[in-house]
């Protein structure tokens, strides 16, 4: 019973491992229910019925006839711009615990006139301004990857260690540049960490998801640009993972694509966790869903056709996820053409420390042609499992 009720009831997808339910399962997934719970009580529009009454609805319905008129509901990469190419971003090197250097540029990234959500958007002023954490070695065009962080990250400690910035840089050889995603870290509003994204309504879920293809897309540029690289990966996870499958329907040429614990239909998320937390009776929310998952057509990963060829597109996922459940890594897995997906015996949080994880990023990064064929894993440097001690070279056994 007590498995039942933390899985969340229900059969399993027959493509999904069935859950090893042992103690150290059960730590990860109680990991996973205090995030969700963290996450429930401060964000999310749909926890709170009388504005998803008043606003959001009238914002989700002006923005159906927005885009329908403008034929992006039928043709979703249309509405994505194209970018100006970055030249001169500025650059500083920060030296303590973690040396890094902070790229940052000013996005230029604007709603189109008249567009749902548009002067909410553009009166996030510290959003304006795009940042980037990076690690590069001398020689500027080796491989690149970019780390796509989850929801409420958008700090250096919490993005370059929770990405592996410093197993992909030193162990791999590769380049990395952490893009902070909107309004989350110095992009932040007010103390919030990305709340904005959620509680401000759909239309800014939209922004935020159409100005990270803007800001990603001018990045990219610049590496290609001005860095002499030929070769760029994403890997994202949770809410980086949507926006790694998103960016791999838009932008032509990356080595290869990791969406990690996707999130790949935010109306699904949605429908479950509010059905949980709000107390709204879901059978009066229906036609409002429905509404919702056609509006976010124009940012979902599912309307478009990847740009990447099957055999370089990649995901992992865990089997007792509560925030991400594997029936969001399943509908990815699907639209994208059964590529190679990995099942680690964790929940949503804990794939920071499972070596499945890190197995499946070298491998992606072989295959993909970003390090070289001879790189052997077992002498590639830090293991999985002790990269975070990495951090504090003064306590590490190397």
Known sequence: ??????????????????????????????????LLRAMSGSTGFWAHSDRLDRTVRNEVSRGIDFYGERGWLDDPAAYHREPPVLADPDIESVFGLIPYEQLSFESGY??????????????????????????????????????????????????????RARYLHHALGLNVLSYVMPLHGPRRVGR???????????????????????????????????????RVAVHGVSLGGYTTAL??????????????????????LFRQHSDRVSGIDPDRMDAFWEQTRRLLTVVSPLSMQPRIPRERRYIFAAVADRLAPPGSAMALWEHWERPRIVWYQGSHVSFVFENDVRELLDAAMLESGMIESGWDPARGGLPWSSELASWFPRFSSR
Not at 1 to 30: C, F, N, Y
Not at 137 to 152: F, N, T, V
Request: charged fraction near 20%.
């Open 1 to 34: 019973m007590l498995w039942d009720a933390l899985l969340g009831g229900g059969a399993q997808h027959e493509s999904v491992p069935s859950v090893r339910r042992d103690t150290s399962m059960l730590a990860k997934i109680l990991l996973d229910e205090g």
């Open 110 to 163: 604007t709603p189109a006139v008249g567009e749902p959500g548009r002067r909410r958007w553009m009166g996030y002023r510290e959003n304006r301004r795009a940042h980037a954490w990076m690690l590069r070695h001398a020689d500027h065009s080796r491989p690149w990857m970019i780390a796509l962080h989850g929801y409420g990250m958008g700090s250096p400690l919490a993005d370059l260690g929770g990405m």
């Open 192 to 230: 919030g960490y990305g709340s904005e994204l959620f509680s401000g309504g759909v239309s800014n879920l939209i922004h935020g998801e159409a100005q990270a293809m803007w800001d990603l897309r001018r990045i990219i540029s610049w590496i290609r640009g001005t860095q002499g690289a030929d």
């Open 247 to 268: 960016l791999s329907a838009l932008e032509p040429d990356l080595a290869c694509a990791v969406a990690g614990i996707p999130a790949s239909c935010f109306v699904e």
